[in-house]
């Protein structure tokens, strides 16, 4: 029976063709989520929804026509695609093919977690130093199955599973207040998102950050050094460099990374990439969210920019090829091109040998948030975990830093990469949306960055 709606709902798509499209799609969602918030020796909040709905989209010419609604039964993804064409074409909506069963649902509907140990985690941390002020907890879970269904006869199902889990500590000493937080977030079952891990790790390293930084002096400002840490996060890869090479920010916002295919736009150390099929990652997935399946895809090779992510939309613009980057918040939104599981390739040196070669410097062991401009790639951002560095050696931790530069400079004054690659999973805001993604660096000795601190 399912075939025959798929096979139905692929010929209303087809036919958008005859009346100008140059492609039309379905995306088709059925998920359930969970989520707890834990605050001030309390739950603030539990909840449960689910998000089951469908999307028709209408690419004619250079334009998107766009419609959804909940559910996924045949008679309503029939009146979304009718929608879309009257507002693509300008003909009268058609009548819904009949059919209220859900295309689309969620066969094995996930349990809410155990967050009992929350009250216990909360009291542990507070015993543990008489200068916790606060600790919070969140926890989601969710499942989405997807089934995309386009005009040229694709169609492509995937099941994805999500797993978050955040500890924010506030601290406080004479008055000063310190904030750190700590998340562990994978595209895995509930079931085994705490293998090798468990809460308890995820809140004291937040503990120990919060702690630590009441004791720090502030940061001196001026250009210097800047060891930036494996696990000090990817946000300088993310936001500062490889929101520039995705084709729409290329093509309507003129990002700096413009026209220079095959040019040298980074150091020779220097190799970008952008991975979904890395199992269990935050950011991984088997199809993006228009059917096509995903890949590995190398940006920047030996410091040569090698391609730009798109979507089918940028892809047909300008004849970019097809990099299976399409991603969507949910069925609601249209596809953009993303990043997914970004990463530089570890180099050659170990993070000993790039401290001892610094005389001195910056050690920034923790990125906190920023502002970035994707056009330009110059950006500021926050550091919640810093050192300074005085003959080679790491002298005493310091508060208040702040980065600030532009990315594709950053990428040509690395002076070495380390072997050491971590992987730090968040969620991307764009164009209104946010995607689950994964960052991943390893350490990285950077010549004369700005660093702005307290005593400036």
Not at 3 to 11: G, H
Not at 53 to 74: C, E, N, Q, Y
Request: aromatic content about 6%.
């Amino acid at each position: 029976m399912q075939e025959k709606q798929i096979e139905m709902i692929r010929q209303k798509l087809a036919e958008t063709h005859k009346k100008g499209a140059v492609y039309a799609d379905v995306f088709i969602q059925a998920g359930t989520a969970h989520s707890a918030h834990y605050e001030d020796g309390r739950i603030e909040e539990l909840s449960s929804s689910n998000t089951d709905g469908s999307g028709a989209r209408i690419i004619a010419g250079d334009k998107t026509f766009f419609s959804h609604s909940p559910g996924t039964s045949i008679s309503g993804i029939s009146q979304i695609i009718s929608e879309a064409e009257t507002s693509a074409f300008g003909t009268p909506p058609l009548n819904a093919e009949k059919g209220r069963e859900p295309l689309l649902t969620m066969e094995e509907h996930i349990s809410p977690p155990e967050i009992g140990y929350m009250k216990e985690l909360d009291l542990k941390i507070r015993k543990s130093s008489l200068y916790i002020r606060q600790a919070a907890f969140r926890y989601s879970i969710s499942k989405r199955n997807v089934l995309i269904i386009r005009s040229d006869g694709i169609c492509a199902e995937d099941t994805r599973t999500y797993c978050s889990f955040s500890a924010q500590i506030i601290a406080e000493k004479d008055g000063t207040l310190q904030t750190a937080s700590e998340r562990r977030c994978m595209a895995v079952p509930h079931t085994d998102f705490w293998s090798g891990s468990d809460p308890q790790k995820v809140a004291f390293a937040a503990v120990e950050r919060a702690l630590l930084m009441l004791e720090a002096k502030p940061c001196p400002a001026g250009k210097m050094k800047v060891l930036l840490a494996g696990e000090a996060g990817g946000t300088v890869i993310h936001e500062a460099c490889g929101h520039g090479l995705e084709a729409d920010i290329v093509e309507k916002d003129h990002s700096i990374y413009r026209d220079k295919i095959g040019e040298k736009v980074a150091h020779d150390s220097v190799t970008m990439i952008d991975d979904p099929t890395i199992p269990c990652l935050y950011g991984s997935y088997r199809y993006d969210d228009e059917g096509t399946p995903a890949k590995r895809n190398v940006l920047i090779e030996n410091g040569v920019l090698k391609a730009y992510l798109t979507d089918i939309l940028s892809s047909k613009a300008s004849g970019l090829p097809l990099t299976g980057n399409g991603r969507r918040q949910s069925y609601r939104n249209i596809p953009v091109p993303r990043m997914s599981n970004t990463l530089l390739a570890p180099g050659n040196s170990d993070f000993e040998s790039m401290l001892a070669q610094t005389e001195s410097g910056l050690l920034v062991k923790k990125m906190g948030g920023g502002e970035v401009n994707p056009t330009t790639g110059d950006f500021v951002f926050y550091v919640s975990e810093a050192y300074i560095i005085n003959k080679g050696k790491i002298s005493y931790p310091v508060k208040g830093a702040i980065l600030t530069g532009n990315g594709p400079d950053v990428l040509k004054n690395i002076i070495s990469l380390g072997k050491d690659l971590y992987m730090d999973p968040g969620v991307c805001g764009k164009s209104g949306q946010g995607v689950p993604v994964t960052d991943g660096q390893p350490s990285m000795l950077i010549e004369g960055m700005t660093v702005g601190g307290s005593e400036a």
